[in-house]
């Protein structure tokens, strides 16, 4: 295995790359380690930005105005602000005041809190994508459908929410990749991600271009994984009469 | 939904929004009555014109990034619907790789890889961190809007095509005289909606030390050092983006309602 | 169209590598410091503005404030030159003078042997200055050693990481000191470990970090030093002499007194004792 290593840093260092640091166990743990948790970041991020994403639908075509309206308020603020501020907002000061209320007993960690606040963020683009494809369900159907004695939350569960995700498989599919590479943001409160690990390694050793290689790569890779996955469950779940 | 506009309008203002007004009027009297007492929002005052001037440095930034941005999309976009191959490719490949690209990384990058000087001659021509950014900014920019180009002229019908073609139009005509300007239209909306995302992109600015407004709100919070006006900066700095962001958004979205059936 | 890594695999490195070049010969050509200083009749000092009393924004103004701003701008009167003022990070500053964005660094940046080694340094110090962690007043830690395995917060380019690492802290570094107290008042680390001249004067005034003490001996108390490019002789002797001037006419001690510095610094009693015997 370092034999290997050995080989790649030199054929890097012919090109005047220096990959030193992979030679190094610490700082080599500490890149592995980073993208493990980049990755654990993505899974648990996507999941739960569709599920907050799913709430947010729902809550949008309810019909009822004092659910409708403060979703609709949530949406905008979190669509028309950057992520990095609201994570500082959410992580620094949200966070210090939880601990001045409730002292110790604080169970988020920053991981939590990215989690949180990419989940809610990318859950209103999901949102939105969903509640344009709620609105694109025929009425016939519906119609067709409440005639048959459903109920409202029956008629969202069987009828309008599988016609809606495949109308809106698309969209969601770009967003969990803008989801992707916006989890690079959780460097910015100390995650341990692979960006933060990259940063801690190019400020000891200077080789700021080859770490960025690395990175773009990593996130090159990840996108592409999403993608396929994306391609793929479109192609199971495409409808006979929508096809493109 | 465009029927009963009309009938909405017949009722003025105040009375169609009684709960924003009353809010309005609120927040007015507490500012005031009650605000000048309390001393983060005094603080507030005392740093808002240090905040402004940052947020005037992300304003510059997005604005730059979105111009250079378009300028390059647009000749992307074109190149990546030419019927050569050999034209097409690097097209597509810079579209893959600037959309797939984290902005923060694309950012990390233009700013340490980058020179700080150019030397032109016998001038030195500064480079400085915040047009680093800009650079950085304008690289995903260019491949979205050459993607936004793209889907736009994807749209046009192939009708369009096909008449121009019978009526003895050149390629180069039928794109410039007939298909671009309808293009021009449609690209609109999602080009507005990529300068309100440039825009929230400029906050990563504050990462690599460009003096924005992130990076006043870090230094105004350690010297005042006090948790109501750290609290108050932080909300403060999300209401500025807010501010700016929405009106973009909302004029998007009544672009998008007027040209949908257009 | 399926989507292929190939072509961008091949492509990316030659962008990246003419990229590079063109840095390379760039930063090739630039001057001796000293000549290009009197050559151009300005001096570019990068400098720390992280608030506090070393480096801090004038909210009226606009304009940097601070020891550190005062300390380039006697430099710059003294050379004869214009100053133009940089703000630094600590996770760029080592980069801004290697590539010669800045001629000169006043960043609170103190002397260790590695960076002795990579940057050029004017060898009379300015300042003695070491680290210390805030913790809670009920915290379970007293001395450094008890660190171990715990997180501790810091800023990126802080030269306490080694020392820290070799505790075996897990270090969390943010973008500057701002938002690692943050971090402990949120109960992220148990430790914030910064200058002593920035984490003493916290917990001393109340009432906002009344639950909170240093923790005591210093860590690694080093001088303060400008630091040049490598080989630079000419510049650091010259600077070498501006400083030792600030010490012999107690300019340094009035500057730390103007702006409200506590604890002051034994460091600077000596040295402007040191050097009133030696000049006078």
């Known amino acids: 295995m370092t034999h290997l290593l050995e080989l790649l840093v030199q ?51 309810s019909g009822r105005v004092w659910i409708a309206r403060p979703a609709r308020v949530f949406i905008e603020v979190t669509r028309n602000t950057p992520t990095l501020v609201q994570l500082y907002c959410a992580f620094l000061v949200l966070n210090m005041l939880l601990t001045q209320a409730i002292g110790t007993a604080n169970p988020l960690t920053p991981f939590a809190w990215v989690v949180i606040v990419i989940s809610l963020h990318k859950g209103a683009f999901h949102a939105e994508a969903l509640r344009a494809g709620i609105e694109a369900v025929p009425a016939v ?7 048959l004695a459903f109920n409202s939350r029956q008629l969202l569960w069987n009828v309008q929410l599988p016609l809606a995700l495949r109308f809106a498989l698309p969209s969601l599919i770009n967003n969990l990749i803008d989801l992707v590479k916006m989890t690079a943001v959780a460097s910015a409160i100390a995650v341990g991600d692979i960006t933060y690990a990259s940063i ?3 400020t000891q050793s200077d080789n700021v271009l080859e770490l960025m290689i690395l990175l773009l790569a990593f996130f090159g890779l990840l996108s592409f994984i999403v993608n396929c996955a994306g391609r793929a469950l479109e192609a199971r779940l495409r409808m006979p009469g929508y096809g493109h | 939904m465009a029927t009963d506009y009309p009938a909405a309008a017949s009722i003025s203002w105040p009375r169609r929004h009684p709960g924003k007004l009353l809010l309005a009027v609120i927040v007015v009297l507490w500012m005031a009555f009650g605000a000048p007492v309390n001393p983060a929002f005094v603080a507030l005052l005392e740093w808002s014109p240090a905040l402004a001037s940052g947020f005037g440095q992300n304003i510059v930034i997005s604005l730059l990034a979105i111009a250079l941005g378009s300028v390059a999309g647009l000749m992307i976009g074109a190149l990546s619907a030419s019927p050569f191959r050999v034209a097409r490719l690097p097209a597509r490949i810079w579209v893959q790789v600037f959309r797939n690209a984290p902005w923060l990384v694309l950012i990390y990058f233009t700013t340490y890889v980058f020179p700080f000087e150019l030397h032109i001659g016998t001038t030195w021509i500064a480079f400085p961190d915040w047009v680093k950014v800009t650079m950085g900014l304008a690289l995903p920019a260019s491949a979205n809007v050459a993607e936004v180009f793209r889907g736009a002229m994807a749209s046009i019908p192939d009708t369009q095509w096909e008449a121009s073609r019978s009526l003895a139009f050149t390629r180069g005509q039928i794109v410039r005289s007939i298909i671009l300007p309808q293009c021009f239209k449609r690209m609109l909306p999602p080009w507005m909606n990529l300068y309100a995302v440039i825009t929230m992109g400029t906050a990563l600015a504050s990462l690599v030390g460009v003096h924005d407004l992130i990076d006043t709100a870090q230094i105004a919070s350690n010297t005042v050092n006090r948790t109501g006006f750290t609290v108050l900066i932080y909300f403060s700095v ?17 672009l998008e309602r007027r040209y949908a059936f257009s | 169209m399926p ?11 030659l962008f990246v590598a003419a990229l590079t070049m063109l840095g390379g010969s760039v930063a090739a050509q630039a001057d001796a410091t000293l000549d290009k200083i009197q050559q151009r009749h300005r001096v570019v000092v990068g400098v720390l503005l992280s608030g506090g009393p070393f480096g801090s924004i004038d909210p009226m103004t606009q304009k940097p404030k601070g020891l550190n701003v005062d300390l380039a701008e006697d430099v710059a009167r003294q050379l004869g030159a214009e100053v133009e003022l940089v703000p630094v990070l600590p996770a760029n500053r080592v980069q801004f003078l290697q590539q010669g964005k800045v001629d000169l660094l006043i960043a609170n940046m103190e002397w260790t042997v590695e960076r002795g080694e990579q940057l050029g340094f004017v060898p009379t110090p300015f300042y003695r200055v070491g680290g210390t962690a805030a913790v809670l007043k009920d915290s379970a830690i007293t001395r450094w050693e008890d660190l171990k395995d715990q997180p501790v917060c810091t800023s990126q380019g802080s030269s306490y990481i080694k020392p820290l690492t070799g505790f075996g802290a897990d270090i969390k570094a943010f973008k500057s000191s701002s938002e690692s107290l943050l971090a402990l008042r949120g109960n992220n680390c148990v430790a914030a470990v910064h200058d002593a001249t920035l984490i003493n004067p916290l917990v001393a005034e109340g009432p906002e970090w009344q639950n909170y003490r240093a923790i005591s001996p210093e860590l690694n108390p080093a001088p303060s030093v400008i630091w040049t490019r490598p080989g630079e002789t000419d510049t650091q002797a010259r600077l070498d002499s501006i400083v030792k001037g600030w010490h012999r006419t107690g300019w340094l001690i009035d500057a730390e007194k103007r702006h409200h510095i506590s604890p002051p610094s034994p460091a600077l009693v000596e040295l402007h004792d040191k050097f009133q015997a030696a000049g006078a």
């Open chain 1, 141 to 147: 159907t519906l119609e067709a459908a409440s005639s």
């Open chain 3, 3 to 13: 989507y292929t890594r190939s072509p961008v695999a091949r492509y990316l490195p």
């Open chain 1, 200 to 202: 801690m390694i190019w």
């Open chain 2, 238 to 254: 999300l209401g500025l983006f807010f501010a700016w962001c929405y009106p973009i958004s909302r004029l998007t979205q009544r």
């Open chain 1, 11 to 61: 054929t890097a260092a012919r090109f005047g790359l220096n990959y030193g640091f992979l030679l190094d166990a610490y700082q080599r743990a500490s890149l592995v380690n980073g993208a493990l948790t980049s990755i654990a970041l993505c899974a648990v991020t996507i999941v739960g930005s569709l599920a907050a994403g799913l709430l947010l639908a729902s809550m949008l075509t």
